[in-house]
């Protein structure tokens, strides 16, 4: 099994759609977890971070579940600038070495 | 405004080259990163270093090598460069997570 596991999508949604991402992870005692974004022939760009108890940002809502090794992302009215591709990020323990998911490319339609 | 600044966009070598990757940031950052891109297999990576002159092994050492002589810069080393090492290498540095990444080399071995 992968340490870090995604949907690659792709996702492809109508402007103002509500759209959702899951996240697997394999460790258990993975401590730390992010979404990044990238763009097509960009570097990756922090979205957020993952907190236990949730958090959100404007239209974006990150969830993680310990208990079934999953973190989740849901992005809320979908807007044409939102298409991407959506990492999910795990460190290793307890250590700055982090693990990066495939991603899941997301297309928002007009 | 952050800034990670590697040294190439774009690069073109041969097998058999021993090959050097620059990064530099300006945060002040302890921890520095490098990445290997691949299409179907996400970020992967190589080494990182969480002060001068540490260095620790990410999950795809094998063929590179590192160095970190001042905290601002971090450098890639390929030994004798492969054609499967072609790739787009990303450099990435932060404090507790690899907040902040370059653009990108994309880097050819004919």
């Known amino acids: 099994r992968k340490e870090v596991e995604q949907d690659p999508g792709p996702f492809n949604v109508p402007e103002g759609a509500t759209v959702a991402f899951n996240c697997t992870y394999s460790n258990s005692a993975s401590q730390s977890f992010f979404w990044y974004r990238q763009d097509c022939r960009k570097e990756p760009k922090l979205l957020m971070s993952?907190?236990?108890s949730g958090n959100e940002d404007g239209r974006f809502t990150a969830q993680l579940n310990r208990a079934s090794q999953y973190i989740s992302l849901l992005i809320r009215d979908s807007k044409l600038s939102d298409s991407a591709t959506y990492l999910c990020?795990?460190?290793?323990?307890?250590?700055?070495?982090?693990?990066f998911g495939p991603g899941t490319r997301l297309s928002v339609l007009p | 405004d952050v800034k990670v600044t590697q040294s190439s966009r774009y690069l073109v070598k041969r097998t058999g080259e021993k090959v050097f990757l620059e990064c530099v940031q300006d945060?002040?950052?302890?921890?520095m990163f490098w990445y290997r891109q691949d299409p179907g297999l996400g970020l992967r990576l190589i080494y990182f270093?969480?002060?001068?002159?540490?260095?620790e092994k990410g999950d795809i050492p094998e063929g590179y090598s590192v160095s970190r002589e001042k905290k601002e810069r971090f450098s890639l080393i390929l030994e004798s460069a492969s054609t499967n090492q072609t790739s787009m290498y990303l450099c990435?540095?932060?404090?507790?997570?690899?907040?902040?990444f370059g653009d990108g080399t994309r880097l050819s071995i004919l």
């Open positions: 270093s969480y002060d001068v002159k540490m260095k």
């Open positions: 945060m002040d950052h302890e921890n």
């Open positions: 990020v795990v460190n290793k323990n307890y250590g700055q070495n982090f693990v």
């Open positions: 990435a540095s932060g404090g507790q997570e690899p907040q902040h």
């Open positions: 993952v907190y236990s």
